[in-house]
């Protein structure tokens, strides 16, 4: 349908109305005369007069068909804008031609259609919109020339440098706004660079909202009108400004009410949004309804009739997009709660009908084990891994949500004991709606080759734009659950369901669950296929450069979730997993990419409508064009400081495994940390000169950690000093960063980089023996459970996980990321890694995958386990181990063996536990000896005191023996005797 012309029907108060659907719906018709009642004509040409003229065939069939009038109103009351072509004979051919245009657009294989083309590409957009009235043009002077607003309905304007300006429907003269006027650069746009400052005149503000529906471009003139330079608007600023009242929508996507089927969409810049409605995710439209635009919030809505659970639908969207014209796009909604196969179409369903929830979902209990942060201790897990190897769970299961739902699995067993042992949460990659594996055609590729070939990688690169593996980190539909994981990602309501049994499933197993959650970027933008929110609303919903290109510092296209829109998709996001699928935290993927403020508005939102806290953690790493809150206050590792959520710290990550590779492809082997080996272990490429200090050092940030990060906590120094822990360098930054624990997450392994166990294998000594191997596994998993603050494990880890030395195995198949819950095998040595970020590093994995001293046996996995769960218990058997407050840990922890004269292989600390609630002992003593012989220490203060080993040492069934029979204390001198390599607890009582 060509677009010559638009006209507002509110302007008449006016819509088409189709006996038997509501407010402006409309049918394909194959003609007029077969679908078209008389009054339905009569409608169209009334309600359509004023954009025809009241012609005289039009009051003949009026007089003709006046007693139609007596059944009810012809026109209902609209403010949805319509397009019309003024090449059609009559109204009436007009609405047939408009219906049928629509309902093709609707079955269109496509997903976008051309309506126009632009004559000249404007690839910048250098000028930005502060709000409603003004604009800033960077790098331009206001004494440069004159200044011009040009737009065109159809994208048609002509221009160049040296010309004047052709194609035009409106040319706006702009005021530059004097030093005095213009507005201060702060905010969401405090980044932009000095320029002009702008201004719409008075007199033709009233046209602002077309403004926005059209190709518009600034220029800068000379006095003959000659064009000197000349941009596109970034238009954000405008559009938060004209349609903040948005942000009080609170039912965007479906909602079913009292009989009708109700869709809200929000799209400020579109000329004309419909939706399409399908019996199911594979009919043809049935019914295609044309939407109606609140002007104040710009969303568009439709009332449908009928509960529609269970149909589908999609949005017509009709908007302008630099560099192609007018375009209608095709496009499921972002607020989908559900979706057909691989997205193509949103699912229209009630989240609080019964049809839709297990038995027993509202009555369920959630479990009561996290009263403050610090409590928590989280598993991170993958839904696919946990099941897809395991052979005790039923077929059509593995590898799906069901799978948690087997109760007498090896993997649910597994998860049992590590409750039982202390365990809180378990975190779940990426489970929303992602874009990367095809939900019902993905392969699982026959995998085979020997140690050290690269057959595997080969067979896994092939397929994987086709196999059912990804991590998930590529956002497609944030509120809807992933279809790969459910037995039949078809049906919207299975997957729902199948989710929801997920989580119940660990709720009865007395572990709470998280969620990863990815708003810092989506999958595409612009026009491609798999992007929803640019199709939607063009350059609102991605954060753009200086030129208006989408910025990709996360690894993809970055969202602005300093935009109202975005904040509100996000917070809206969270808030329905938290309360329609009642999930108990969140992980936050590269959460310094947000501004605090949305983050701290968040958790007060989530907290007030659930009841309960929900807890916030996230990724606060400072980078990309948003690094050191170059646009707004980040959601960062500095910036969080006294929020109360929590970012991971790299300081005693760092220090414990060692940093990462860096340049240098032998730096993977050379840079050894604190419990494989540096400087009293070296292996065959570390440096051998390496002082001393930088031991003492790594041993210092270890404490850090252990002290939970604290900025203010006071401890002396490797060097002699006593200092606060944001007085100790990391890098350039504070060491301590945090004001209160529940601020920091611990942790020494997740889904990203290397495995513990792979990164050992790198940097301890070839001839480290398999059993020390699982103990320098444990010494690492052990710092991780007694620093303060949360605590949080990758799967697998307890169990030596390796993924065959693989750096990041996002795409790596099921092949390099598989678990073993009958302990059988960690999966080292079985091939060569995906080529891409392990290629550099092959010489050293070739030789270490050969190697049959590093690979463990059964037993060690089984010793490692069992190690873990001891480490476990032990956190779990006192509050000491995760105090809430800064002022409790600054008040009870203590360590020894610190300063110029120390051991540097021994960490030795002390927590007392005078008054604390649920303390349950006296004092504790934690002993980390990284040493691959015993140590002992010598404490005179702590002489005549009353330690014992802690009740988990002692039982039968502790995971490393040598402690019951080898440490011990001796109270006369206030000796602590350790076993090499070991994590030993004292109490007293």
């Known amino acids: 349908m060509k677009l010559d012309r638009t006209r507002s029907l509110s302007q008449d108060g006016c819509n088409h109305l189709q006996p038997g659907g509501s407010i402006g719906q409309t049918r394909l018709a194959t003609n007029v005369a077969d679908t078209m009642s008389r009054r339905t004509l009569l409608q169209t040409l009334i309600c359509n007069s004023s954009l025809t003229g ?3 065939i039009a009051h003949r069939i009026i007089k003709m068909t006046l007693p139609l009038l007596l059944s009810g109103p012809i026109c209902a009351t609209a403010v949805a804008t319509t397009s019309v072509a003024t090449n059609d004979s009559t109204p009436a051919a007009t609405a047939a031609s408009t219906s049928a245009s629509l309902m093709n657009a609707c079955n269109d294989g496509g997903f976008e259609m051309p309506l126009s083309n632009v004559t000249t590409l404007i690839p910048d957009a250098h000028a930005y919109w502060l709000n409603r009235l003004q604009i800033q043009w960077p790098g331009i002077s206001s004494q440069a020339g004159h200044f011009h607003l040009y737009t065109s309905a159809h994208g048609q304007l002509d221009i160049a440098k040296g010309r004047r300006v052709s194609g035009t429907n409106h040319h706006y003269a702009l005021q530059v706004l004097p030093s005095g006027l213009q507005p201060a650069i702060d905010g969401n746009f405090r980044f932009i660079g000095a320029g002009v400052a702008l201004a719409l005149p008075t007199e033709n503000r009233q046209q602002l909202a077309d403004v926005f529906r059209q190709q518009a471009v600034i220029t800068l003139e000379n006095a003959a009108g000659e064009v000197i330079d000349f941009t596109r608007l970034q238009q954000a600023g405008a559009l938060d400004d004209l349609y903040a009242a948005a942000t009080g929508v609170n039912d965007f996507g479906v909602k079913i009410d009292a009989g009708q089927t109700h869709i809200k969409l929000w799209a400020p810049t579109a000329r004309q949004v419909a939706v399409c409605t399908y019996a199911s995710g594979s009919s043809r439209a049935d019914s295609v309804t044309t939407m109606q635009q609140n002007t104040q919030t710009g969303a568009w809505s439709a009332a449908l009739a009928g509960d529609l659970s269970g149909h589908y639908y999609r949005y017509l969207v009709d908007v302008f997009v630099a560099g192609k014209g007018w375009v209608r796009n095709l496009v499921t909604d972002p607020y989908s709660i559900s979706l057909t196969t691989d997205s193509r179409r949103s699912y229209i369903g009630d989240l609080s009908a019964p049809a839709l929830k297990p038995a027993n979902w509202d009555t369920q209990s959630i479990p009561d084990t996290v009263h403050h942060q610090t409590d928590m201790t989280v598993y991170e897990l993958h839904v696919r891994d946990f099941s897809i190897n395991d052979a005790s769970v039923r077929p059509a299961y593995r590898g799906k949500y069901l799978a948690f739902t087997e109760t007498g699995s090896n993997g649910m067993h597994h998860l049992s004991a590590l409750r039982q042992a202390g365990l809180t949460d378990i975190h779940l990659l990426p489970v929303f709606d992602f874009a990367t594996v095809p939900e019902s055609t993905c392969l699982t ?26 991590w998930g980190y590529d956002p497609y539909h944030y509120n809807a659950p992933e279809g790969s994981y459910a037995s039949n990602p078809a049906d919207g309501a299975v997957r729902v ?8 499933a660990l709720h009865q197993a007395g572990l709470r669950v998280g969620m990863d959650v990815v708003y810092n970027h989506t999958m595409a933008s612009g026009q491609k296929q798999q992007s929803v929110l640019d199709r939607i609303v063009p350059g609102y919903y991605q954060r753009l450069d200086a030129r208006g290109q989408v910025e990709q510092s996360t690894c993809c296209d970055n969202t602005a979730t300093e935009h109202p829109m975005m904040r509100k998709l996000m917070a809206d996001s969270v808030s329905l997993w938290a309360k329609q699928y009642k999930i108990d935290s969140f992980r936050f993927d590269l959460m310094g990419h947000q501004p605090r403020a949305a983050m701290q508005s968040l958790q007060d939102r989530l907290n007030s409508e659930n009841g309960r806290t929900i807890n916030l953690i996230g990724e606060g790493w400072n980078f990309g064009e948003i690094a050191n809150s170059a646009r707004f206050v980040q959601a960062s590792q500095l910036s969080l400081n006294g929020s109360g959520i929590g970012t991971f710290s790299d300081r005693a990550r760092d220090a414990i495994r060692g940093a990462g ?19 009293y272990a070296p292996n065959a490429l570390a440096d051998k000169q390496r002082p001393l200090s930088d031991l003492l050092r790594a041993a210092d940030m270890v404490r850090v950690g252990l002290a939970g990060s604290l900025r203010n906590f006071r401890m002396e120094t490797w060097d002699g000093q006593r200092k606060t822990l944001q007085e100790i360098d990391y890098a350039g930054q504070p060491a301590g960063y945090v004001s209160q624990p529940s601020e920091v997450v611990n942790y020494v392994e997740n889904h990203d980089n290397q495995t513990l166990f792979d990164i050992n294998a790198y940097r301890l000594p070839t001839d480290t023996s398999h059993a020390d191997r699982a103990r320098v596994q444990i010494l690492g998993l052990a710092l991780t459970a007694l620093s303060q603050g949360v605590a949080y494990f990758h799967a697998g880890s307890d169990i030596l996980r390796s993924k065959s030395l693989d750096g990041n195995s996002f795409e790596s198949g099921d092949w390099f990321n598989r678990l073993d819950w009958t302990y059988q095998d960690n999966y080292f040595a079985t091939g060569l890694p995906p080529q891409s970020g392990n290629a550099q590093f092959y010489p050293y994995i070739r030789a270490l995958l050969a190697n049959p001293d590093i690979k463990p046996r059964h037993e060690d996995i089984l010793m490692a386990r069992d190690m873990f769960r001891d480490v476990l218990r032990i956190r779990a058997s006192s509050s000491l181990f995760h105090l809430n407050s800064a002022e409790e840990i600054q008040r009870r922890l203590q360590f020894f063996n610190t300063g110029k004269h120390q051991n540097p292989l021994l960490i030795a600390t002390k927590i007392t536990g005078d008054h604390y609630p649920d303390a349950n002992f006296h004092s504790v003593m934690s002993f980390i000896n990284v040493a691959p012989t015993a140590q002992q220490l010598t404490i005179p203060s702590q002489s005549k005191q009353h330690f014992v080993l802690h009740p988990v040492h002692l039982s039968a069934n502790a995971g490393d023996k040598r402690i019951a029979s080898e440490a011990h204390y001796d109270e006369q001198s206030g000796t602590f005797y350790l076993p090499a390599r070991s994590a030993v607890v004292f109490v007293e009582h």
């Open 54 to 56: 009241r012609s005289n």
């Open 445 to 470: 590729p026959a995998i085979h080759g020997d140690a050290t070939s690269d057959q595997q990688q080969a067979m896994i690169v092939a397929n994987a734009a086709h196999d059912c593996f990804n």
């Open 497 to 504: 369901m199948e989710f929801r049994k997920m989580v119940m």
């Open 661 to 679: 590779a860096g340049g240098a492809a032998d730096s993977i082997i050379k840079n050894q940390g604190y419990i494989n080996g540096l400087v």
